[in-house]
């Protein structure tokens, strides 16, 4: 699989969303729209207004990554929102399978995702149904936190796992990306890295997602 360099948007200038997406726009692969509701996660962000808002000023590939307490209530109206992948964490759902199909009724795809401290196992009986695995590198929450070297075992039993369908799973990485942790996460077995922090602190953010591609191609 081709890596690819996901955009998360918390750490960017709400004042400013078109002029942000803009100025990466031309170098992201996809985007990633992070919702927190303070309960799942110690923190709140966004919800349905913000992804509306993205998908009127980007043609990418939208991801929402749903750290909410109740996503299978939620998960098919982001789609529907525009979410072109919506991602469940497999420690909030009640009902993983039926919000899968929920969420692919609504015309997006689904994707579970694991948080530090759960066993990568959580989600292998779900690899029939999703389209993409998130692996936490760091806890949920907040951006800017240290990447944890431990997940990358994780990362390589879920590719492992992957393999053995024999169905094209996207393995995604987010928490603590840039160079040196995105070859890390690559050679573990991730395709999809996420970076927001990295991205939208560098002076020059089109170099720094071209830095990001390069450590993974390595």
């Not at 890596?3 to 990633?32: G, P």
Request: net charge negative; charged share 25%; proline share 5%.
């Amino acid at each position: 699989m081709t890596n690819q360099i996901v955009v998360s948007i918390l750490d960017c200038d709400f004042a400013h969303l078109a002029d942000e997406v803009a100025s990466v726009d031309e170098r992201a692969d996809r985007y990633q729209v992070d919702v927190m509701d303070g309960h799942f996660v110690p923190n709140l962000s966004f919800g349905f207004p913000i992804l509306k808002t993205m998908r009127g000023l980007t043609k990418r590939p939208l991801e929402a990554d749903l750290m909410i307490s109740n996503p299978d209530e939620h998960a098919a109206r982001f789609a529907e929102a525009g979410a072109d992948l919506v991602i469940i964490h497999v420690e909030a759902s009640q009902k993983p399978r039926q919000t899968f199909r929920a969420i692919r009724e609504a015309g997006g795809r689904p994707g579970i995702s694991i948080s530090p401290g759960t066993d990568p196992a959580a989600i292998r009986d779900y690899l029939d149904e999703v389209d993409m695995v998130l692996v936490m590198t760091v806890a949920p929450g907040f951006g800017g936190q240290p990447f944890l070297d431990e997940r990358l075992q994780a990362v390589s039993q879920v590719r492992e796992w992957i393999t053995e369908t024999g169905r094209d799973i996207d393995v995604e990485v987010d928490g603590g990306i840039k160079p040196q942790t995105a070859a890390k996460a690559a050679a573990a077995g991730a395709n999809l890295l996420v970076s927001g922090t990295f991205i939208y602190r560098s002076a020059n953010r089109h170099q720094a997602i071209a830095e990001l591609r390069q450590s993974a191609a390595r």
